[in-house]
């Protein structure tokens, strides 16, 4: 059996070597039409946006494969008949790493700490520890369960909360429908959650004015979980602080007030961008290679249009 793959990146190309036989790689950014009539797998490319979609039509598929773990809107932006799959497995522990970090920084003056050691200033200030703290996990899939393990040796009280409540490894997860009850003893809240009309503003006004003075809150899933003029009330009057990875709008404009807010620090959505990505992206192409191959149903299929 004969397999044409298209991946957006010549380095992406690199890693899939060596290749099974009777299967073909093309570089393909989608930024100009399709080389072939039929790719059975495409590969998009990472963070690309609405770009390059509309080269997809007509171009026969068995798969395309997302870069991202986020998948909302994507299925307005592809054409009929198309499956695809999103890449779980491959951001998880890179966006885990950064939620700790953001945490951290924000915890421990980290971002303070910057700005002095460019100034050549020597200003110690008192800490509130990680350890001890009870942390409210937003979101309990693939990225919360990483943040999860992750935070298990700083010895936080940590609480996960999903769609709805559940016991999974002997983990007690709380419902959403708990949230209001849960936010007034939260001294940390990391969001992981998926975008989409369902988590919108899932963090609004009445949950931020819940949360106790100097709450922290970590955004590491998607902007609009947040309603971003509650938060800039929020932070701006230096009740609350907020680390974020994501935001709405995207990219922050210059200017926005977020930018400004006390106590809030900023990474520019970069989550899963790390060395950790490439060999991961690398790996989840081999499987599903390997799946079309063999007529097996690829893996972490999303959206059937």
Not at 2 to 8: E, T
Not at 19 to 34: F, K, Q, R
Not at 161 to 183: F, K, M, T, W
Not at 230 to 258: F, I, K, M, N, W
Request: net charge negative.
């Amino acid at each position: 059996m004969s397999l044409v793959v298209s991946v957006p990146t010549a380095g992406l190309a690199r890693d899939l070597e060596p290749l099974p036989e009777g299967v073909e790689v093309l570089v393909w950014e989608m930024d100009a039409p399709a080389p072939r009539d039929r790719i059975d797998l495409v590969v998009l490319p990472y963070m690309s946006g609405t770009s390059g979609f509309t080269f997809l039509a007509g171009v026969e598929t068995q798969l395309v494969q997302g870069e991202s773990i986020g998948y909302e809107g994507i299925a307005a932006k592809l054409p009929p008949g198309v499956v695809f799959a999103n890449a779980a497995t491959v951001h998880e522990a890179s966006t885990a790493e950064l939620a700790v970090g953001l945490t951290l920084a924000l915890q421990r003056h980290l971002d303070d700490f910057a700005r002095d050691t460019a100034a050549g200033r020597w200003a110690p200030q008192y800490a509130q520890s990680l350890a001890d703290r009870r942390v409210l996990l937003v979101g309990y899939g693939g990225v919360g369960k990483a943040v999860a393990r992750r935070l298990a040796p700083f010895e936080v009280d940590l609480v996960p909360v999903a769609s709805h409540a559940r016991s999974e490894d002997g983990v007690a997860v709380h419902g959403i429908d708990e949230l209001p009850g849960l936010l007034p003893s939260a001294e940390i809240v990391i969001l992981t959650l998926p975008g989409g009309d369902a988590t919108r503003h899932i963090i609004g006004e009445s949950e931020l004015a819940a949360l106790p003075d100097g709450a922290l809150v970590v955004n590491v899933g998607r902007g609009p979980l947040i309603d971003t003029d509650a938060l800039v009330r929020h932070t701006g009057s230096g009740r609350l602080r907020a680390a974020l990875d994501v935001t709405d709008p995207e990219p922050l404009p210059p200017g926005h007030p977020l930018w400004s807010s006390p106590g809030v620090l900023i990474s520019p959505h970069v989550g899963g961008d790390s060395s950790a990505m490439h060999p991961r992206i690398a790996a989840l192409v081999r499987r599903q290679i390997a799946h079309l191959l063999a007529g097996e149903e690829p893996e972490n299929i999303v959206v059937r249009t």
